[in-house]
């Protein structure tokens, strides 16, 4: 169970590369967690910086339920 709070999301394109970065803190520490992807590949690909490995992906589902939590949809 993570105390989790999204601090700063920022999206980046690049010459090869488009993505999003969160900026979290929590009572586990803080970090980055960076989803990106090559602009001719639907591939999408995470670095997390430990928080999560190979098929785990716990802490993205978390930090994915609070990005949409900050979401307003507008009718």
Same mark, same amino acid.
């Given at each position: 169970?993570y105390?989790l709070?999204? !601090?700063?999301?920022? #999206?980046? +394109?690049?010459s090869?590369? &488009?993505g999003?970065?969160?900026?979290? #803190?929590?009572?586990?520490?803080?970090?980055?967690y960076?989803?990106?992807?090559?602009? !001719? #590949? !639907?591939?999408?690909? +995470? =670095?997390?910086?430990?928080?999560?490995?190979? =098929?785990?992906?716990d802490f &993205?589902?978390?930090?994915l339920?609070?990005? +949409?939590?900050?979401?307003?949809v507008?009718?």
């Amino acid at each position: 169970n993570y105390e989790l709070k999204i !601090d700063k999301i920022e #999206s980046f +394109a690049n010459s090869k590369y &488009l993505g999003i970065v969160f900026e979290w #803190s929590g009572n586990i520490g803080w970090g980055e967690y960076t989803i990106y992807r090559e602009y !001719d #590949s !639907d591939e999408w690909f +995470a =670095e997390s910086e430990c928080m999560d490995r190979g =098929e785990d992906k716990d802490f &993205l589902r978390e930090l994915l339920k609070q990005f +949409a939590d900050k979401i307003r949809v507008v009718d």
